[in-house]
């Protein structure tokens, strides 16, 4: 069966997005890119050097890898806006994940100033990713507003800490399907991404857990087959939990005394 995530118009034969930071070399960076197969990498705009040295991050990046500039930094709509055109003008293309974030303790995303950037670049023709905490009406708000995939939250970013959100994210699971729903932040483990995937999400963006390993290539390599895996399962279609036992050999043909 073929099976393809299909983002802004554009196929993708891997359901691995992977960030770029953190990383202790762009060396490993890079090799973790090839081995994993991702087709998509983030890359915030401030890691850029713009005047296009040898060390320019980018140049890391393999050309048949889909550079998707983050807004990181961004306050508020009108400065995710003003990143995106620069990212554009300067030749990184069109496609932009929306971060909005006011919050410098739990790293939060704004739902309502995302909303606001998602439907003015959208509108310009940028392929826009927003990053999200996992509301329904918000995710409803983004799709309207033209966004090419919902990026919600599994848990704070950088924590490691799995899928605390699944019951927000299996509503957002099961009420859109006009777009992708990408799971995003807080995945620590191979066992997340998997869980995510088997839960139904279309795909799975991950950075800390890869970059902070001891050995990222692996890590990256273990995550996409982490990913692969779920989807399968997902595809193949999985029993239901039950509350009570259920033999899977029959109760019949005992052996009794003579």
């Given at each position: 069966m073929?099976?393809?995530?299909?983002?802004?118009?554009r196929?993708?034969?891997?359901?691995?997005?992977?960030?770029?930071?953190?990383?202790?070399?762009?060396?490993?960076?890079?090799?973790?890119?090839?081995?994993?197969?991702?087709g998509?990498?983030?890359?915030?705009?401030?890691?850029?050097?713009?005047?296009q040295?040898?060390?320019?991050?980018?140049?890391?990046?393999?050309?048949?890898?889909?550079?998707?500039?983050?807004?990181?930094?961004?306050?508020n709509?009108?400065?995710?806006?003003?990143?995106?055109?620069?990212?554009?003008?300067?030749?990184?293309g069109?496609?932009?994940?929306?971060?909005?974030?006011n919050d410098?303790?739990?790293?939060?995303?704004?739902?309502?100033?995302?909303?606001?950037?998602?439907?003015?670049?959208?509108?310009?023709?940028?392929?826009?990713?927003?990053?999200?905490?996992?509301?329904?009406?918000?995710?409803?708000?983004?799709?309207?507003?033209?966004?090419?995939?919902?990026?919600?939250?599994?848990?704070?970013?950088?924590?490691?800490?799995?899928?605390?959100?699944r019951?927000?994210?299996?509503?957002?699971?099961?009420?859109i399907?006009?777009?992708p729903v990408?799971?995003?932040?807080g995945?620590?483990?191979?066992?997340?991404?998997?869980?995510?995937?088997?839960?139904?999400?279309?795909?799975?963006?991950?950075?800390?857990?890869?970059?902070?390993?001891?050995?990222?290539?692996?890590?990256?390599v273990?995550?996409a087959?982490?990913?692969e895996?779920?989807?399968?399962?997902?595809?193949?279609?999985?029993?239901?939990?039950?509350?009570?036992?259920?033999?899977?050999?029959?109760?019949?043909?005992?052996?009794?005394?003579?």
């Amino acid at each position: 069966m073929r099976d393809v995530l299909t983002i802004g118009g554009r196929e993708l034969s891997s359901r691995f997005l992977l960030g770029t930071g953190k990383f202790q070399s762009k060396e490993k960076m890079r090799e973790a890119i090839v081995r994993s197969g991702t087709g998509i990498v983030t890359v915030a705009l401030r890691r850029i050097d713009l005047e296009q040295s040898d060390e320019n991050i980018t140049s890391f990046i393999p050309q048949e890898v889909i550079l998707l500039v983050n807004t990181s930094g961004a306050r508020n709509a009108k400065e995710a806006v003003r990143i995106a055109h620069i990212a554009r003008e300067a030749g990184y293309g069109n496609w932009v994940k929306i971060e909005v974030i006011n919050d410098s303790r739990y790293l939060l995303p704004d739902n309502a100033e995302t909303v606001k950037a998602t439907g003015a670049l959208s509108a310009e023709g940028f392929v826009v990713l927003p990053y999200m905490s996992p509301d329904l009406y918000t995710a409803k708000a983004l799709v309207e507003a033209g966004a090419a995939a919902v990026m919600p939250l599994g848990s704070l970013i950088g924590s490691n800490q799995g899928l605390k959100m699944r019951v927000l994210l299996e509503v957002l699971v099961e009420e859109i399907g006009e777009v992708p729903v990408i799971v995003d932040a807080g995945i620590g483990r191979p066992s997340h991404a998997a869980e995510a995937m088997e839960m139904g999400a279309d795909a799975v963006l991950v950075n800390t857990a890869v970059a902070a390993a001891g050995d990222p290539v692996a890590m990256a390599v273990a995550f996409a087959r982490g990913i692969e895996a779920g989807r399968m399962a997902y595809l193949a279609g999985m029993s239901g939990e039950r509350n009570l036992a259920s033999a899977s050999s029959p109760l019949t043909g005992f052996l009794y005394d003579e």
